[in-house]
């Protein structure tokens, strides 16, 4: 019965869907305030239905209906609880609910806090986003039903892949659709302005908060992701430039850019067409990652298995969407009026290069994501585009950016002097350059940790610079204090986010500098690395609630004295035939101590042990980032909204 | 005062600023694209790297120093681990490589299962492998590996599973052999 309901409210959320993919667009173009009055209505329906929907999925999970196909796939009994709940949307189907869920939430979102929108811009926005929530409610309900009954019901599930049993992966997915779908929004605002043909500080305004939101949530998805890999997987990395990251970070360059380019409209009201173009781009990267994880094209560890069917949908999604987004913008971008000018030094000047960059970085990543694949079909040859492609491409153009990351905050609006900017940083630049040097000269060799960290050091210091000028904390240090609760939340916000950045930068810096080793050991022997002395202890058999394995103890000592105790472990997991490697890591905040088990013979096992230098940097990092992205969403002016628009709109009218 | 000078030469001025903000633009646009399409290829040159299944490398043996992917099914009973050391064989039916690789083997390499290793031909004409991967799903063939499979003349997937990998060096391909008797390589 639950199922049944469930599937019924998808078909019904897909009806009110394409009433506010209609209704209210229709009404804002026949200037109809009714039918434009429909649309927070219809918003509010559809995120009722496709939550009961969702509810009723949580449900099947939670029960273990094993009448429910999905439930038998992906489910069994003896799971703990979050993960029978989570795995309603760890797979495929449930994470498409979970997609539309929170497509629906935006949407609502926009009608209950974009009361001061103007009305017409208000129903187009709440229309485009009735269109996407149409297309992926009939995607789901013609490929991918979550509520497709089996017969006769099965004994139980064949249990979540062991992989996926965890709680940094329960979390994972929906804080990266929380971040794809935040491009649908200002998407669906990039759309509403072509439509009316007007863009102004205002759209600027509405645009930021959301980009913002959607950049944090990004953020925050992608290093859980990444902190998952580096702690599950037990390969001792954080990144592989995988398919399927790549392709959440593609996003995350476009809506970085949109978010900087965003400040220059609502401030300057310049560089309109361009952020139009951007908000578009970066909601056409959320849906080329949908399809590019969803479709099986990609061969990665983290894509779901999949059928073509669903593939050819998306792309046909994907290609109606992008194709006619950009036919729109080809034909009324040129009616957007010309924007206000600057000199090409000055913040806005900086903001350009921050944007061209990051777009050019996400294009290079593009074409190594893509490039098999066209390799494939187009010239018959198995390819494949591993780090060294990315690395070489992708760090020299990290370069210029994090060079003018410090530098743009202090620049003036409009035209600036770059002496006096440089001067106020030199100190930054001096100690990124001891930085480097100190690192360089007692590591040798690999340089490329040593400008990280110098990088890191600019960037840090840049932020603290670019506060300490805004608070005038040398000038006049003693209203300093006072200043500092003054400034403006926003201006905190990129502060924070670029030191977070620059925090990142310098755990990945510091994992250029990792070590490792391999070693077959016999139980009492030890294997020094890094300083330490490992030693393996023992291994013995362990058992969990659905899973039998082998831990190994390896104490590690350094001088003799003390440091951990690491018990990594092999595990089996019968029900669903797999077998997982769980790493063992200590982490002392100036490096991650990390063991892996593998196999064993005649009383040797072989242990791959890590040394992980300044390792939980980078998440931490990555958290900062999104941090000032939330205290830069908190600023007033965010919350306020945006009266001008009104008085403009009124003063045009009049 | 000046602001009523400014108003007046605001149109032309405003205009002219415009068109040589734009040149700006557009100059670092091509400069950025053109840097971005220069990188991108030569990493693109330096960095590709190629799948091989055996039968290729005994076709042409791989140019030394190049990275390229190896895969296929690794052949029953070859599989020996000398402590950190393994050592095995990668087979698609009609030619067989040696693989060694210093490593932790990933969860699900078992004999006759599908595989994709990353190295370079060592001067031995074994292969040494720097990554071993096999999917965390048992019934995951790798796509290459598919592919080879198929091209070897050993499997048609749509007759069901890949028959097991015991077999493999025993078999006949289906098609023509074009005149080559099939002989396991080194």
Redo the contacts between chains.
């Keep these: 019965m639950i199922p049944e309901l469930g599937h019924f409210a998808l078909a019904l959320a897909l009806a009110l869907s394409l009433a506010q993919a209609v209704l209210p667009l229709w009404g804002a173009q026949r200037g109809d305030a009714r039918l434009m009055a429909a649309g927070p209505g219809l918003a509010l329906g559809v995120l009722i239905a496709v939550g009961s929907a969702f509810g009723a999925l949580l449900w099947c999970f939670a029960v273990n209906d094993t009448s429910v196909s999905n439930v038998v796939q992906n489910s069994h009994s003896a799971k703990p609880m979050l993960y029978k709940l989570a795995g309603a949307w760890g797979n495929h189907e449930g994470s498409m609910v979970l997609w539309v869920l929170i497509l629906a939430l935006c949407g609502a979102a926009v009608s209950g806090f974009g009361r001061g929108l103007p009305g017409a811009l208000r129903a187009r926005v709440l229309a485009v986003l009735g269109m996407i929530g149409s297309g992926f409610l009939a995607f789901i309900l013609a490929t991918s039903n979550p509520f497709l009954r089996v017969w006769p019901p099965a004994a139980d599930g064949q249990g979540l892949n062991p992989v996926l049993q965890d709680p940094g992966l329960a979390f994972h997915p929906p804080l990266l659709y929380l971040g794809y779908v935040g491009t649908a929004v200002t998407f669906a605002f990039a759309i509403a302005a072509l439509i009316e043909g007007r863009v102004d500080a205002a759209w600027g305004r509405w645009v930021r908060p959301w980009a913002l939101a959607s950049w944090s949530f990004l953020t925050l998805g992608i290093a859980l992701g990444s902190w998952w890999a580096y702690y599950e997987l037990g390969w001792g990395g954080y990144w592989f430039w995988d398919p399927v990251e790549n392709a959440s970070l593609l996003p995350w360059l476009a809506g970085c850019a949109l978010l900087h380019s965003a400040i220059v409209v609502e401030k300057r009201e310049a560089l309109k067409t361009w952020s139009v173009l951007l908000a578009i781009l970066a909601f056409s990267m959320s849906l080329l990652g949908t399809f590019l994880v969803r479709s099986g094209v990609l061969n990665s560890v983290h894509a779901f298995a999949n059928d073509p069917e669903r593939g050819v949908f998306i792309l046909a999604l994907l290609v109606v969407t992008v194709g006619g987004a950009f036919a729109l913008f080809a034909w009324r971008a040129p009616s957007l009026s010309p924007t206000g000018v600057f000199a090409p030094i000055s913040r806005e000047g900086a903001l350009v290069l921050n944007n061209l960059l990051l777009c050019t970085i996400a294009a290079v990543v593009l074409a190594g994501t893509l490039y098999p694949m066209f390799a494939d079909l187009m010239l018959k040859a198995k390819i494949s585009v591993g780090p060294p492609f990315y690395q070489a491409t992708v760090f020299p153009l990290a370069v210029p950016l994090i060079l003018a990351m410090a530098a743009g905050p202090l620049m003036a609006w409009k035209r600036a002097r770059p002496w006096p900017v440089l001067q106020r940083l030199w100190w930054a630049a001096l100690a990124a350059l001891v930085a480097v040097l100190v690192v360089w000269l007692v590591q040798g060799k690999p340089v490329l940790p040593a400008l990280g960290f110098g990088a890191a050091i600019w960037l840090i210091l840049g932020a603290l610079t670019d506060v300490a000028e805004r608070v005038a904390l040398f000038s006049r240090p003693r209203a300093a204090f006072a200043r500092a609760r003054g400034l403006p939340r926003a201006a905190w916000g990129g502060a924070v986010a670029h030191a977070g950045f620059g925090i990142s930068l310098l755990g990945m810096a510091g994992m250029g500098l990792a070590t490792e080793k391999l070693a077959a050991v016999r139980v009492g022997e030890s294997v020094a690395l890094a300083g330490y002395e490992w030693r393996l202890d023992g291994v013995r058999d362990v058992v969990g609630p659905n899973w039998a394995g082998r831990r190994a103890t390896v104490t590690v000592t350094r001088d003799g004295a003390p440091v951990t105790v690491l018990e990594p472990e092999k595990r089996n997991f019968p029900i669903a035939r797999q077998a997982t490697t769980e790493a063992a890591i200590h982490t002392t905040w100036a490096s991650d101590l990390y063991a892996v088990m593998g196999e064993e013979e005649n009383g040797t096992a072989t242990l791959r042990l890590h040394h992980n230098p300044l390792a939980p940097w980078i998440w931490l990092g990555a958290a900062v980032m999104a941090l000032g992205g939330g205290l830069s969403l908190s600023d007033r002016r965010a919350r306020v909204g945006a009266p001008a628009r009104r008085r403009a709109a009124g003063t045009v009218e009049a | 005062m000046s602001g009523a000078v400014a108003d007046r030469r605001g149109g032309l001025g405003?205009a002219a600023?415009?068109r040589r903000?734009r040149l700006?633009?557009l100059l670092?646009?091509g400069l950025?694209?053109g840097?971005?399409a220069a990188?991108?290829l030569?990493?693109?040159q330096?960095?590709?790297?190629?799948?091989r299944s055996p039968s290729d490398i005994v076709a042409s043996a791989p140019v030394d120093g190049r990275a390229f992917?190896l895969g296929g099914l690794v052949e029953a009973g070859s599989v020996v681990?000398d402590?950190?050391e393994?050592r095995f064989r990668v087979t698609d039916g009609a030619h067989a490589v040696s693989v060694s690789y210093?490593?932790?083997?990933p969860?699900?390499f078992r004999e006759g299962q599908g595989v994709v290793t990353?190295g370079k031909m060592g001067p031995d004409g074994a292969f040494r492998a720097s990554e071993v991967l096999a999917?965390?799903?048992?019934t995951?063939m790798?796509?290459?590996v598919m592919?080879a499979l198929k091209r070897s003349g050993h499997w048609n997937p749509e007759q069901g599973a890949a028959p097991p990998a015991a077999g493999w060096n025993t078999m006949q391909p289906a098609g023509a052999t074009n005149g080559q008797p099939a002989r396991t390589g080194g």
């Design positions: 405003l600023s415009r903000r700006w633009v670092l646009c950025g694209l840097g971005a990188l991108a030569t990493a693109f330096d960095n590709l790297v190629f799948f992917r681990r402590g950190a393994a210093r490593g932790v083997l969860d699900l990353l999917r965390h799903d048992e995951y790798p796509p290459e592919d």
